[in-house]
């Protein structure tokens, strides 16, 4: 196997999609973020947002933590140790493809 | 996965993990308009007594007043084009940074008239000091140039007092001139350039 294929399938499949990658990139950011600032920020429906986050919460990407402010309900997530090492190594599979098709094109 | 596509993905991570930490709705065109508020300002002074506190107060204000309600009408204006909430999490992490620098400013400028004597010449230097260090406090929210510029002006604000306690009041206003006035017009360039290409661009819709 080429170490190009390799690199592909060494891709974590639960943040290659990019619903979830969008989720894991924008709690990369900022330390928590509300449901509703999520949704907005990534412009996700409700039930959207809702299966990838529980899908990236039973991995142990994300936890998801429920609480009162006021009266109003409010949702807010933050992305794990073990989420934020899948998703630089993520990044790092990602600029090692690209750096590798650049020797390439060198080559 | 192709490799164009990965570069591609990366460049969509970057533009998204700015969008949900960045402050987006700084317009170019309020930058532009502060900058040539200040510039005007500045000019009056030609015809105008900058050593007389009421025509100094008159004109600032009006030039601080006018750059205010610049940005606040080029963010409610953004904000419609891009779709995104005004009173954002940016937006009260922003606000909340600047704050101490906007009261510590308020309470010199009252201060320095108050004292009388001509003190008054010395706030040019004050406000770029306090600005300067509002807008580094709020470089990790706001585009790099912020940074930028709160270290030009925090550069500028220290010559200023220095020449105006050493040479005389008539360097304040020349120098408030250059480092807020010219410094906002920079900063207006550079993000009216960024907004065109932004909208030439639109990497985010892509995806989410």
Same mark, same amino acid.
């Given at each position: 196997?080429?170490?190009?294929?390799?690199?592909? +399938?060494?891709?974590?499949?639960?943040?290659?999609?990019?619903?979830?990658?969008?989720?894991? #990139?924008?709690?990369?950011?900022? #330390? %928590?973020?509300?449901?509703? +600032?999520?949704?907005?920020?990534?412009?996700?429906?409700?039930?959207?947002? #809702?299966?990838?986050?529980?899908?990236? +919460?039973?991995?142990?990407?994300?936890?998801?933590?429920?609480?009162?402010?006021?009266?109003?309900? %409010?949702? #807010?997530?933050?992305?794990?140790?073990?989420?934020?090492?899948?998703?630089?190594?993520?990044?790092?599979?990602?600029?090692?493809?690209?750096?590798?098709?650049?020797?390439?094109?060198?080559? | &996965?192709?490799?164009?596509?990965?570069?591609?993905?990366?460049?969509?991570?970057?533009?998204?993990?700015?969008?949900?930490?960045?402050?987006?709705?700084?317009?170019?065109? $309020?930058?532009?308009?502060?900058?040539?508020?200040?510039?005007?300002?500045? /000019?009056?002074?030609?015809?105008?007594?900058?050593?007389?506190?009421?025509?100094?107060?008159?004109?600032?204000?009006?030039?601080?007043?006018?750059?205010?309600?610049?940005?606040?009408?080029?963010?409610?204006?953004?904000?419609? !084009?891009?779709?995104?909430?005004?009173?954002?999490?940016?937006?009260?992490?922003?606000?909340? /940074?600047?704050?101490? =620098?906007?009261?510590?400013?308020?309470?010199?400028?009252?201060? *320095?008239?108050?004292?009388?004597?001509? &003190?008054?010449?010395?706030?040019?230097?004050?406000?770029?000091?306090?600005?300067?260090?509002?807008?580094? $406090?709020?470089? $990790?929210?706001?585009?790099?140039?912020?940074?930028?510029?709160? &270290?030009?002006?925090?550069?500028?604000?220290? @010559?200023?007092?220095?020449?105006? *306690?050493?040479?005389? !009041? =008539?360097?304040?206003?020349?120098? &408030?001139?250059?480092?807020?006035?010219?410094?906002?017009?920079?900063?207006?360039?550079?993000?009216?350039?960024?907004?065109?290409? !932004?909208? =030439? @661009?639109?990497?985010?819709?892509?995806?989410?």
């Amino acid at each position: 196997m080429n170490d190009f294929k390799r690199l592909v +399938e060494e891709l974590d499949p639960l943040l290659h999609e990019r619903g979830r990658l969008a989720i894991v #990139s924008a709690l990369a950011a900022a #330390s %928590q973020l509300t449901f509703t +600032e999520l949704r907005d920020t990534l412009e996700m429906t409700d039930g959207n947002l #809702s299966v990838h986050l529980q899908k990236l +919460e039973d991995k142990g990407y994300v936890t998801i933590a429920k609480r009162f402010v006021g009266r109003r309900p %409010q949702t #807010s997530c933050q992305l794990t140790r073990a989420g934020r090492q899948a998703f630089v190594l993520y990044l790092d599979h990602l600029e090692a493809l690209v750096h590798q098709a650049r020797g390439q094109a060198r080559a | &996965m192709e490799p164009r596509q990965a570069a591609h993905t990366l460049e969509v991570i970057r533009t998204l993990m700015e969008r949900t930490c960045q402050y987006q709705l700084l317009t170019a065109r $309020a930058g532009l308009a502060a900058g040539c508020l200040t510039l005007a300002g500045a /000019a009056s002074f030609l015809l105008l007594d900058a050593s007389n506190p009421l025509s100094f107060g008159v004109v600032w204000t009006v030039v601080f007043a006018g750059s205010l309600c610049a940005t606040c009408l080029g963010t409610v204006a953004r904000g419609r !084009e891009r779709g995104e909430r005004i009173w954002s999490r940016q937006a009260r992490a922003i606000i909340l /940074a600047l704050a101490p =620098s906007v009261v510590a400013g308020f309470v010199l400028t009252v201060f *320095f008239f108050a004292v009388g004597g001509g &003190m008054h010449l010395y706030l040019p230097s004050v406000w770029m000091l306090c600005y300067g260090q509002g807008a580094l $406090a709020t470089s $990790a929210y706001a585009p790099a140039p912020i940074r930028y510029l709160g &270290m030009a002006l925090l550069l500028f604000g220290g @010559v200023t007092i220095g020449l105006t *306690f050493a040479l005389g !009041e =008539s360097w304040a206003v020349p120098l &408030m001139a250059v480092g807020f006035g010219l410094g906002h017009v920079a900063l207006g360039i550079d993000l009216l350039l960024k907004e065109r290409q !932004e909208r =030439s @661009v639109k990497v985010f819709r892509e995806v989410a």
